[in-house]
């Protein structure tokens, strides 16, 4: 099958593991089976229509106040507009050369050149978060390959679909059976640029689009699909019901506040013994001598008389029979409870907690502060870790694009790449406060814990400086080895250990008034990194010596190597 756009071609994995479970995939594709050498039967009657109408809910959503307030909060707390770089790549785990880190850092600034990410990061990340689904479509130079990518262009959801071609394969099973189970035997994209649900026309099985190849599209989506796992759902759609909720409250209270509120006349006119045909057109008379509504006509600038027309906002008018009292006005008075909006704040909150997002950060009244971290709320940790997955989520961009950069400018392979991405991370420039607070105030209080330690006494008689710095400071061994090693460099950096004073025939200079040392005086000691030899030279000759040594003894050998090896 002829597909437009390229593909990678991949070595065909061996499967050394059947199973009867198919792998999982969160990317809502449309399940068909295999057909023949010519074509494929798909049918898009259901579940594009569907997603199509929801993508399109999902944007009206965003429309309204409270749900606009609550996304720009949100995309606001994940993109730091403000910070020169936006995001950044970490390739501290990743074990290949420097030249090659140099390579995928010099990739990634190109991918975000050729996104635009610095000026239309907040676009791009609020059309993801609302919509559930971002599609770009790759475009190379077919003629040159190793020149990259040299431009995406961004895909309506609504135009675009991902299939996957399913077909059956025979694993071993038990007992000699054979299970017949899944496999995915081609994935590609279909675009129609009308739409798969446009104007009144539903579009059926008989649909037609442009096939397109799976790798020369982008296409992440937000981790969420339905119960069924074929449709996926955007991070508004569990708002839907909380703001129709919402809404139905709204107009319901304006309704009974327009009805209601005014206070309103009875009026009894005494129709005597007169018949009800005459009766009615005395009342009629009466209502309209006493009634007087002038209208301004907008569109015309005319100001007409609608006297002949009576609402429920207006004044009652009951004829009275005879025997009855006289003409008699009263007043019916308003509604007394107008003023509670309980229900609407209510389902307000409610609303609010299904988007994850603190109530006090969208109350106007509501002051910032910046407190410690022992007085921050539940709901702003929670909100933190929620910005959290949703910047992990997204950044599968950043890794599509990569992957697609670094294969077409020939730096390493398909293979080469799926075996170093998962060490691949991207770190999101924080401007929340809260983190950089708490980071500190971790730190001050391990060090004045170990300082009370250290003073107490209690390290090297009840406690192990080790065991101290492992469960204290909360250092790993490779911290441990770290520190240390960078300890002893600055033991020789004149920024940290500057040399003592010398006078102008070259002699140290003793004391702060610059007078030279007493001739009498004790010859000086041996400089630091001197006795730190000896004492190294003392320990490994010690502790080689014994036949069994502990963990402590074994930390102190190995140091005591690292100091020899260093100045040998």
Excluded: C
Excluded at 113 to 124: G, M
Excluded at 162 to 178: A, F, L, S, T, Y
Excluded at 257 to 281: F, H, S
């Amino acid at each position: 099958m002829k597909l437009f756009g390229f593909e990678f071609q991949r070595k065909v994995p061996v499967d050394t593991t059947p199973s009867f479970a198919p792998k999982e995939a969160d990317d809502g594709a449309v399940i068909v089976a295999a057909g023949g050498a010519y074509g494929t039967y798909i049918d898009l009657d259901g579940t594009v229509r569907t997603e199509a109408e929801l993508v399109t809910k999902y944007r009206e959503m965003s429309l309204q106040p409270e749900i606009d307030s609550a996304v720009d909060e949100i995309v606001n707390e994940s993109i730091s507009i403000d910070e020169q770089n936006i995001v950044s790549i970490i390739l501290d785990n990743l074990e290949v050369t420097d030249k090659v880190k140099k390579a995928i850092r010099d990739e990634f600034k190109n991918v975000l050149n050729i996104l635009d990410f610095q000026s239309r990061a907040y676009e791009i990340y609020r059309r993801w978060y609302i919509d559930g689904r971002l599609y770009y479509h790759v475009v190379i130079d077919e003629k040159n390959v190793s020149a990259g990518i040299k431009e995406v262009r961004y895909v309506d959801p609504r135009k675009i679909r991902k299939v996957r071609e399913i077909g059956k394969r025979k694993v071993p099973g038990g007992d000699g059976h054979e299970a017949v189970v899944p496999k995915v035997q081609n994935e590609y994209f279909i675009f129609n640029d009308k739409g798969f649900n446009y104007g009144n026309k539903v579009v059926g099985p008989s649909t037609t689009g442009m096939k397109i190849a799976k790798d020369s599209v982008v296409y992440i989506t937000s981790g969420l699909s339905d119960t069924q796992g074929t449709m996926v759902l955007s991070y508004l759609h569990k708002a839907i019901k909380a703001l129709n909720q919402l809404r139905t409250l709204e107009d319901a209270l304006v309704i009974y506040r327009l009805a209601r509120a005014p206070e309103r006349r009875i009026w009894y006119i005494d129709v005597g013994n007169l018949p009800k045909m005459k009766a009615e057109q005395y009342v009629r008379d009466i209502m309209v001598k006493h009634k007087n509504r002038l209208i301004y006509d907008g569109a015309t600038g005319e100001v007409r008389d609608d006297r002949k027309f009576m609402t429920m906002l207006e004044d009652y008018w009951l004829p009275r029979r005879e025997g009855g009292r006289g003409t008699e006005v009263t007043t019916l008075p308003g509604g007394q409870t107008l003023g509670q909006m309980d229900d609407v704040l209510y389902f307000q909150k409610k609303m609010y907690q299904t988007l994850n997002v603190p109530v006090n950060r969208l109350n106007s009244d509501a002051l910032f502060s910046l407190g410690r971290a022992t007085e921050v709320t539940r709901d702003e940790l929670k909100f933190s870790k929620f910005i959290s997955r949703l910047r992990g989520r997204f950044s599968t961009l950043f890794t599509s694009l990569l992957e697609k950069q670094l294969v077409l400018k020939g730096i390493m392979s398909i293979e080469d790449w799926q075996n170093i991405a998962p060490d691949i991370r991207f770190d999101f420039t924080k401007d929340n406060y809260f983190t950089e607070l708490k980071n500190t105030e971790m730190i001050q209080n391990r060090a004045q814990l170990m300082m009370t330690m250290d003073q107490g006494g209690l390290l090297g008689k009840y406690y192990s400086h080790e065991w101290a710095r492992k469960n204290i400071l909360q250092q790993s061994d490779d911290d441990i080895e770290e520190q240390d090693k960078q300890i002893d460099e600055e033991q020789d950096d004149p920024r940290w250990n500057p040399p003592s004073p010398m006078d102008g025939m070259g002699n140290p200079m003793s004391d702060e008034d610059g007078q030279p040392p007493d001739d009498e005086a004790p010859p000086p000691e041996d400089d630091a990194q001197t006795k730190k030899i000896r004492e190294a030279e003392a320990t490994v000759d010690l502790l080689s010596k014994k036949d069994k040594r502990s963990i402590q003894d074994e930390s102190k050998y190995r140091s005591a190597v690292q100091i020899l090896a260093r100045n040998k």
